[in-house]
């Protein structure tokens, strides 16, 4: 015969456990995780982390390569480069932010807490992506109104919805990418590495900085799968006033490359989870 204390606290338990199962609180828990993880990635005690990798350091990227390009190639319109760096720009958080998510678990000492949750441990990250995306976002934003007012870009004639709608899908696709590339982070203990190979072939072959069209075929051909090449490419349209039928095959292309690398990623995560867990990685860093 069970006691009332134990009684009442099953029926509290149960409680517990069907606000758990509500969609508010679902919907609370997954914003709430979001938030507290992207704090956690710049230190937020000290704010001039954030201000330094987010602000003033994709401004001077723009400033930079716009320069160089005014000057060298003696060029009066530099929106080309202004456009192509700002949307590059959110890498720092998108890519970044994602890729190191499973080195600072190992780090700090919570990546076995993580690997014996019951639910996927690939969407624990992926529901991490939010806030990532609309700080990449904010990024590329910050680092194109520096460069336009550094350089005079008029915007009167932009399709400023479509540019918008180019951005995001930008963002979204790099984060997605992040992960991707996040799920070496079970193996790979200089996963740092592998990122920044990642972001100065972005540089490269993206289009941000050299037009897709001269690059060599297989390069270019290359760069069609890579993330950001689309939005960046319809960014620049949008900025010259293009409808939203020119820009919507592009901003859905950049959206399906996300897609992919988001299964890509799956895939690349439960293959490196396994490895891991036979050789006993999880310990070591």
Known sequence: MTSPRTDGAAERAGERARERSLPGERLRVFFSQSWVCFLGLYGWLTPGVYVTAKVITPIFQVIFFATVARYALKLSDV????????????????????????????????LQLLMAAPTSRFFICAGRSLFYILDGLFTAL?????????????????NLGGFFACALAGAITATCFGLF??????????????????????????????????????????????????????????????????LAPLAGGELAVGAVYLAAGYLLFSWMELRARRDGAFEFY
Do not use: Q
């Open 79 to 110: 929106s080309f480069y202004v456009i192509g760096n700002a949307l590059i720009a959110c890498h720092t958080s998108a890519i970044f932010g994602m890729g190191v998510a499973l080195r600072n678990e190992r780090a700090f000492g919570t």
């Open 142 to 158: 910050v680092a194109l109104a520096a460069g336009s007012l550094t350089f005079g870009l008029g915007f009167a004639g932009a």
């Open 181 to 246: 590339l996040g799920g070496f982070g079970l193996k790979v203990h200089d996963v740092n590495l592998i990122l920044n190979l990642a972001m100065y072939s972005l540089l490269v072959l993206s289009g941000a900085n050299f037009p897709i069209e001269e690059l060599p075929g297989p390069v270019a051909a290359v760069s069609w799968a890579l993330p950001l090449t689309r939005a960046i490419r319809g960014a620049r349209l949008a900025y010259n006033g293009a409808p939203w039928a020119t």
